[in-house]
């Protein structure tokens, strides 16, 4: 069985949708979408290169929440916010809509991925999406729908056609 990781669907009709999760994935301090987003410990992120001018002794107060923290390494060291950077590259994704599938060897047509690999990072057509959830090779990798509601809540479990 083929798992899944979390699901996000940015449907080009759901404007607001997608104007939520560009607010969302929005640094606080330069106001673009983040750049290696690093989380602090009260759970708030900026982009490192936004918070590296910002470290003062060896430590940074949260602009949000005022929480200071000690950072020795700089901002380089704080932890990389891997959920945001995986919920940018879907947003990058979906904002390109229409993305042909790239493993499909029917060259006669193209076809629209409806899905994507999170571990090789392909994108599937439902077709590719079924063979890749079989294969003994990507049997237990994860594979995200690009088309569900952009609320849904996080799934783990297989996708099913």
């Known amino acids: 069985m083929c798992h899944s990781g979390f699901f996000l669907g940015l449907q080009p009709s759901a ?3 997608l104007r939520w999760c560009e607010d969302f994935l929005t640094c606080k301090i330069c106001y ?3 750049t290696v987003p690093k989380i ?4 708030h992120s900026y982009c490192q290169h936004c918070r590296e001018p910002l470290v003062r002794d060896r430590a940074l107060q949260c602009l949000e929440c005022r929480l200071q923290t000690d950072v020795p390494g700089g901002a380089s060291s704080l932890k990389t916010n891997f ?3 995986s919920l940018l590259e879907l ?3 979906k904002r390109n809509r229409d993305l042909a599938c790239t493993v499909c060897s029917d060259a006669q047509k193209i076809l629209t991925a409806t899905a994507r690999c999170l571990d090789c990072k392909d994108f599937l057509c439902q077709s590719c999406t079924q063979g890749h959830c079989c294969s003994r090779l990507t049997l237990h ?3 995200v729908k690009l088309d569900l509601p952009m609320l849904s809540p996080p799934m783990r479990t297989p996708i099913l056609w």
Request: glycine share 6%; aromatic share 16%.
């Open 32 to 34: 673009d979408l983040y």
């Open 83 to 85: 959920f945001i950077d």
């Open 40 to 43: 602090l410990p009260c759970l």
């Open 141 to 143: 990798h994860k594979v």
């Open 15 to 17: 404007g607001l949708s």
């Open 91 to 93: 947003f990058q994704i």
